[in-house]
């Protein structure tokens, strides 16, 4: 059997005395697509930082690719590390760096190119992801979704064949999120990428997703692939994917959503 | 009743972090290269943010110490020997605490929001995800630059806390120029300077790996990073005055040695 892109089990994060993720057992094989879905709070982010072996978990074990990122260091853990894109839910865009040296900075730090390569490759990105004319804006000089575009643009500049999009469309309108989608969708066509993205938007879910799990109370539950999840027994995902006031999600005793 | 004895636990293993932090620092100084560019940048960052706050704040010090003395010394008409007196008390004791405390409330606080903005927006995340190393890119260039500015900057300081002295000792206590001058070797030894500098060093350090830890350690949002600023003031400044007491026993028992082996 092929190695699994990443493996977890047993997972619990604890944070400052409060447990926030306990019992993952999860397995994502190459070529999948993943949608997360959840109420916002419940560990979406933490999951997918996990995944990425930038929050270690209190116990349990985190595999890529057979290597445990808690345990190897070095040009090792660097190698696991470079195959691994992400794009952040803030975007995590270096303000102080123009938006081609956003991109070029990880062409910088891990690559051999010289810098008339890079500026080639760079140029392509921003190219793929349209947004060539932002090539020497700073990041905060564009908008909310040219900054999704950029974040994209620089998970991508190493050619990662382990992708995680955390929430690529919250904030943005309709439109604009339906773009970012799409480019997602193109680019995963592109270079056959294993994608892991967190979404609330079920449309989007639906759309770009092999498989959904979701994220609640402490628990993540593999709610199997698109139509499995459409008829899944366990309540709390009906009512999440149905968008229903009443329900456990909401009840007094859930805690999962309370405003 | 434990509740009363919590803020000294979590002052305690605040610090126990922070040592933690800093010899996670070294760890990293030890085995990767940090980059000059970087770190002269932030040195002239520091250094230009900070000097006009620091010349002033050192000024004033020594003119109010210049004033103090004048008051006690008039009776016993020992005027003769203000310039000593008060340089001396200025730059072993007043001077670097005041000056370090400025620094505290300024190139500390910028720091640990800056470092807290970038943890807080991911950015630090998103440089180790990209194959970079923060504490190599970010930290340490800062926690250098510190230093070194933060040494100069108190150096400055206590210069111009003499000149502030004899300024304020001609024109309020009528002793000229010469005069304030005369006892200032008699009286500041070579150990006092030099016990001085090594409290600037110490305070220099103590501020640095504060606001770099906290910073970088920060949780929380935007609120977080309000927390970590008033933290890092806070924290440094009692920092300070803990390693004040300690660098001033050190001086002292060094002195003695000293005195002792001649
Ligand atoms: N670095 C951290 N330190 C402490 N608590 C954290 C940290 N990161 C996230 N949390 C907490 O973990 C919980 C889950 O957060 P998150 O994964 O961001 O939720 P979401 O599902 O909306 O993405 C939240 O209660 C959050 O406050
Ligand atoms: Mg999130």
């Given at each position: 059997m092929a190695l699994a892109a990443i493996n977890l089990s047993d997972v619990k994060v604890i944070f400052e005395g409060s447990?926030?993720?306990?019992n993952v057992n999860l397995t994502v094989q190459d070529g999948d697509s993943v949608a997360i879905i959840g109420p916002?709070?419940?560990?979406k982010s933490v999951l997918l930082k996990i995944m990425a072996g930038l929050v270690l978990p209190t116990e349990g074990k985190v595999l890529v690719r057979g290597e445990n990122l808690s345990e190897i260091s070095g040009a090792r853990r660097q190698k696991v590390v470079n195959k691994i894109g992400m794009l952040f839910q803030k975007n995590?865009?270096?303000?102080?760096?123009?938006c081609g040296d956003n991109i070029a900075f990880p062409l910088r730090e891990v690559?051999?190119?010289?810098e008339q390569q890079i500026q080639k490759v760079v140029a392509e990105f921003l190219e793929a992801v349209g947004?060539?004319?932002?090539?020497?804006?700073?990041?905060?000089?564009?908008s909310g979704g040219m900054q999704k575009r950029l974040g994209i643009a620089r998970a991508l500049a190493l050619n990662p064949d382990l992708i995680f999009y955390d929430?690529?469309?919250?904030?943005?309108d309709p439109i604009t999120s339906r773009k970012i989608i799409d480019l997602i969708l193109r680019l995963r066509a592109q270079n056959s990428a294993t994608v892991v993205a967190v979404t609330n938007d079920m449309n989007r879910a639906y759309q770009m997703a092999s498989r959904i799990w979701m994220v609640v109370d402490r628990q993540v539950v593999d709610a199997g692939s698109v139509e499995q999840t459409k008829q899944h027994q366990d309540l709390r995902i009906q009512q999440f994917i149905t968008g229903a006031i009443r329900g456990p999600l909401t009840a007094p005793d859930s805690g999962a959503i309370n405003d | 009743m434990m509740a009363i004895f919590q803020p000294f636990f979590n002052i305690i293993s605040e610090t126990g972090r922070v040592v933690q932090f800093f010899f996670q620092m070294l760890d990293v100084w030890k085995r990767k290269s940090i980059s000059r560019d970087l770190m002269f940048e932030q040195i002239w960052k520091v250094t230009v943010q900070s000097s006009a706050t620091t010349a002033l704040a050192g000024f004033f010090v020594g003119a109010i110490m210049t004033v103090q003395f004048t008051m006690e010394m008039k009776d016993f008409g020992a005027l003769g020997y203000l310039g000593g007196l008060s340089t001396s008390g200025t730059i072993r004791e007043v001077g670097p605490l005041l000056i370090a405390f400025m620094l505290a409330g300024k190139v500390g606080a910028f720091t640990s929001a800056e470092l807290g903005t970038m943890r807080v927006t991911e950015q630090i995340d998103a440089i180790r995800c990209l194959g970079a190393d923060p504490i190599q890119e970010l930290v340490l260039p800062r926690f250098i630059a510190i230093v070194i500015s933060s040494f100069f900057l108190l150096g400055l300081g206590l210069l111009l806390s003499i000149f502030g002295g004899m300024l304020l000792g001609k024109y309020f206590s009528g002793v000229n120029y010469e005069e304030y001058l005369r006892h200032i070797p008699t009286i500041v030894s070579l150990p006092s300077i030099l016990s001085g500098l090594f409290k600037c060093f110490v305070f220099a350090v103590v501020l640095a790996v504060i606001c770099t830890h906290r910073g970088y350690s920060t949780t929380g949002g935007a609120k977080g990073v309000g927390r970590s600023v008033v933290q890092t003031a806070v924290s440094t400044m009692v920092a300070i005055v803990i390693a004040d007491w300690a660098t001033s026993l050190l001086a002292d028992i060094a002195l003695k040695i000293f005195l002792r082996s001649r």
């Open positions: 447990t926030i993720l306990e916002s709070g419940q560990g995590a865009l270096f303000d102080s760096l123009t690559t051999d190119l010289d947004i060539s004319h932002a090539k020497n804006l700073f990041p905060d000089e564009i929430d690529p469309t919250a904030g943005l | -």
